[in-house]
């Protein structure tokens, strides 16, 4: 049994081949035609994709031909559904974060970084718990993701930080809070497919264990945003994520952010929208139940009664 790919056969005969343009990728002078040639010799081998391509193709994501680093993403995408996520990651991951990392961004195509986002979804789905090393070095880059002009990154951004939330619900709110800073500006923007995704985004990251005390940095701007000028928008924020946050939030965080809650959903009471108002209603007499059994668990409810029958 052969231990790796690169000592078979195949493989060598591949690469003597191909010598040129490997070296030439080794050199950091990359080659379309050597990334075109990738894609139609296909080695469906788990270890050549983590001793050779991957390591030469994530270089790659740094060229300055913007084509070349659009058939590297490609690739590692492809070879990523097909093969899975492994070892690899801890070079890929921070790889693709440091593209996007800072700003200006260092990767200048709108439509290449869009497609590092999708990539980042495939990798994420493939094993999530190969982010967990890096997991400060992907909250930091969608911080700055989200800042990004182009409209269809900001959604992706906020699909991404959603599905990151969602997967990694017990580990990702601690490094939350520069996201949800950069994600609230674009509960501003023109466009409501923005807005709308961004209140989807955040309903999953407010409420991944440690983000929630980070909702006092969205709060000015969601007083807003529950009378946002689009009907869909705030349908979106009363029917999916007030209600979301109302049924998953710890109830320390509940209790803290009792009254804004109630702010909300008494606002939601005189909507100009009948479906707003009934689940404004509906959501507003479940949460006061709830929160009675909740603090009778704690036997907070129980206290408070007996301060009211004293006081009498």
């Given at each position: 049994?052969?231990e790796?790919i690169?000592a078979t056969?195949?493989?060598q005969?591949?690469e003597?081949?191909?010598a040129?343009f490997?070296?030439?990728?080794?050199?950091?002078?990359k080659?379309?035609?050597?990334?075109?040639?990738?894609?139609?010799?296909?080695?469906?081998?788990?270890?050549?994709?983590?001793?050779?391509?991957?390591?030469?193709?994530?270089i790659?994501?740094?060229d300055q031909i913007e084509?070349?680093r659009e058939?590297?993403?490609d690739?590692?995408?492809?070879?990523?559904?097909?093969?899975g996520?492994?070892?690899?990651?801890?070079?890929l991951?921070?790889?693709?974060?440091?593209?996007?990392?800072?700003i200006?961004?260092?990767?200048t195509?709108?439509e290449?970084?869009?497609?590092?986002?999708?990539l980042?979804?495939?990798?994420?789905?493939?094993?999530?718990?190969?982010f967990?090393?890096?997991?400060?070095?992907?909250?930091?880059?969608?911080?700055?993701a989200?800042?990004?002009p182009?409209?269809d990154?900001?959604?992706?951004?906020a699909q991404?930080?959603?599905?990151?939330?969602?997967q990694?619900?017990e580990?990702?709110?601690?490094?939350m809070?520069?996201?949800?800073?950069s994600?609230?500006?674009?509960?501003q923007?023109?466009?409501?497919?923005?807005?709308?995704?961004?209140l989807?985004?955040l309903?999953?990251v407010?409420v991944?264990?440690g983000a929630?005390p980070?909702l006092?940095?969205?709060?000015?701007q969601?007083?807003?945003?529950m009378?946002d000028?689009?009907?869909?928008v705030?349908?979106t924020?009363?029917?999916?994520?007030?209600?979301?946050?109302l049924?998953?939030?710890?109830?320390n965080s509940?209790?803290?952010?009792?009254a804004?809650?109630v702010?909300?959903?008494?606002?939601?009471?005189?909507d100009?929208?009948?479906?707003?108002?009934?689940k404004?209603?509906?959501?507003?007499?479940e949460?006061?139940?709830?929160?009675?059994?909740a603090?009778?668990?704690?036997?907070e409810e129980?206290?408070k009664?007996?301060?009211?029958?004293?006081?009498?």
């Amino acid at each position: 049994m052969v231990e790796s790919i690169s000592a078979t056969e195949t493989y060598q005969e591949f690469e003597k081949r191909n010598a040129r343009f490997l070296n030439m990728i080794q050199d950091n002078v990359k080659s379309t035609s050597f990334l075109n040639l990738i894609r139609i010799e296909t080695f469906e081998d788990r270890v050549l994709m983590e001793e050779k391509l991957v390591k030469r193709l994530v270089i790659v994501l740094e060229d300055q031909i913007e084509k070349n680093r659009e058939i590297s993403i490609d690739i590692i995408q492809t070879m990523t559904e097909k093969l899975g996520l492994r070892e690899e990651s801890q070079i890929l991951l921070p790889g693709i974060a440091a593209r996007m990392n800072s700003i200006p961004y260092p990767e200048t195509s709108e439509e290449t970084r869009v497609l590092l986002i999708d990539l980042l979804t495939v990798c994420l789905k493939s094993d999530k718990y190969q982010f967990l090393p890096k997991l400060g070095e992907i909250c930091s880059m969608l911080s700055k993701a989200a800042l990004d002009p182009n409209p269809d990154m900001k959604v992706k951004a906020a699909q991404f930080a959603g599905l990151l939330s969602r997967q990694l619900i017990e580990k990702v709110g601690g490094y939350m809070k520069a996201n949800i800073i950069s994600m609230v500006k674009n509960l501003q923007h023109q466009h409501s497919k923005v807005r709308k995704a961004t209140l989807l985004g955040l309903k999953d990251v407010i409420v991944s264990r440690g983000a929630e005390p980070f909702l006092d940095d969205a709060i000015v701007q969601l007083k807003f945003s529950m009378n946002d000028r689009s009907q869909d928008v705030r349908l979106t924020f009363y029917n999916e994520v007030l209600q979301h946050w109302l049924n998953s939030m710890e109830i320390n965080s509940l209790k803290q952010y009792d009254a804004t809650f109630v702010l909300f959903l008494l606002n939601g009471i005189t909507d100009e929208y009948a479906e707003i108002q009934n689940k404004s209603i509906q959501l507003l007499e479940e949460h006061g139940k709830n929160m009675r059994e909740a603090l009778i668990q704690l036997g907070e409810e129980d206290q408070k009664m007996s301060d009211v029958e004293q006081s009498q």
